[in-house]
Nanobody, 114 residues
Framework: VQLQASGGGLVQPGGSLRLSCTAS????????MGWYRQAPGNQRELVAR???????NYKDSVKGRFTISRDNAKSSVYLQMNSLKPEDTAVYYC?????????WGQGTQVTVSS
């Protein structure tokens, strides 16, 4: 499975961004997809994850601000990020889970700054 993410950038506090990630390759084996992030000096952390049936889970600090969605027909996952805060600044990584392993995308930078 290969993952191609896009949509990062620079945004002011309170602004919005939408991340997209499309999977290719052995997509039939994917069950869940999601997003992690890693800020400088911090460990990589789960932001949001969605299963093939649409069940979601979120990091507590993004609940109510971020929304994860998925288009199974396009093998894509999206992360709508609203009310962004400086502490959301990080490299965001797309992930896909199969029964055997987790795959990682290349990462896209999100910077929230005035």
């Amino acid at each position: 499975v290969q993952l191609q993410a896009s949509g990062g950038g620079l945004v002011q506090p309170g602004g919005s961004l939408r991340l997209s990630c499309t999977a290719s390759g052995s997509i039939y084996s994917i069950n869940a997809m999601g997003w992690y992030r890693q800020a400088p000096g911090n460990q990589r952390e789960l932001v949001a994850r969605i299963t093939s049936r649409g069940s979601t889970n979120y990091k507590d600090s993004v609940k109510g601000r971020f929304t994860i969605s998925r288009d199974n027909a396009k093998s894509s996952v999206y992360l709508q990020m609203n009310s962004l805060k400086p502490e959301d600044t990080a490299v965001y990584y797309c992930i896909s889970d199969t029964p055997n392993r987790r795959y990682w995308g290349q990462g896209t930078q999100v910077t929230v700054s005035s």
